[in-house]
């Protein structure tokens, strides 16, 4: 997953991104432009409901490439990105914070969290305590990731998640969700689904066929008061 511009990253590594890239985008494994407008649509229901532009934490943010896009549509007032690295990222409408800083002074609160391939770095098993502590601060939660659906699927979800991250030092998983342990991760962070898109076609060309829309879910959880 790409990081914000590190020019410490030995040459090898830099060479690598380089070229699973150029792979990635000649073999249909662009995820950006399908996940984009999937978050991009999320967004737009948020807006709708209130009908006043929104703010938005992007929580697991790589380098922001999705949030780059949601910067672009008029009813989008700002945008924190939250990862696990050192940066001093910000643009005109973006900022980025470090995870321990953001957990240990942030006291706004957002119209709607994305969290888009990032819980099952996290370890689905005790993924609910961050959706517990991320509901603190929105109502909206949409989390994009993946489902196994057996052996074969997830040592499959494996490679190509070490394919795409292997230079970039994020941990690879040893499961992933499935249907079962995605509705007990749910229940256990107190929050209610309110719709699931259980099949989202995230590429296309080979990587599509490689790891098909089965794999990837898109879930609106929100955080309602009891
Ligand atoms: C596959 S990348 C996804 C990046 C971005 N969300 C996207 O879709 O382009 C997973 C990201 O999760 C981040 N991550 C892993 N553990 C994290 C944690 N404990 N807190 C915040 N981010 C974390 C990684 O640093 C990495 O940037």
């Known amino acids: 997953m790409i990081r914000f511009h590190n020019s410490k990253r030995p040459f090898n590594k830099k060479l690598l991104i380089f070229i699973s890239d150029f792979i990635r985008r000649l ?3 662009d995820r950006i432009g399908r996940l984009s407008k999937m978050m991009i649509t999320q967004s737009e229901k948020i807006y709708l409901q209130n009908k006043k532009k929104i703010t938005i934490l992007d ?4 380098s922001m490439e999705i949030s780059k896009k949601l910067e672009e549509l008029s009813y989008v007032k700002q945008i924190t990105g939250v990862d696990t690295f050192a940066s001093r990222f910000k643009t005109k409408k973006m900022k980025y914070m470090q995870y321990n800083n953001f957990f240990k002074n942030n006291k706004k609160k957002y119209d ?3 969290i888009i391939d990032v819980l099952h770095h996290m370890g689905i098993d005790g993924s609910y305590k961050i959706l ?3 509901s603190k601060f929105s109502k909206n939660i949409v989390i994009k990731d ?3 659906h ?3 699927s997830r040592q499959l979800l494996r490679f190509v998640d070490f394919y795409a991250n292997y230079a970039y030092d994020v941990n690879i998983p040893k499961k992933y969700y499935d249907y079962s342990s ?3 991760t749910i229940k256990k962070s107190r929050l209610k689904e309110v719709k699931i898109i259980d099949s989202f076609q995230q590429h296309d060309g080979l990587f599509n066929f490689i790891l098909n829309k ?3 879910f898109v879930s609106h959880l929100k955080h309602v008061k009891k």
């Open 112 to 114: 709607l969290i994305i």
């Open 27 to 29: 073999c249909g494994g």
């Open 146 to 148: 993946h489902f196994e």
């Open 59 to 62: 929580f697991g943010c790589g």
């Open 132 to 134: 517990k502590k991320l």
């Open 214 to 216: 089965k794999h990837h």
């Open 150 to 152: 057996g052996f074969f």
């Open 182 to 184: 995605w509705k007990k």
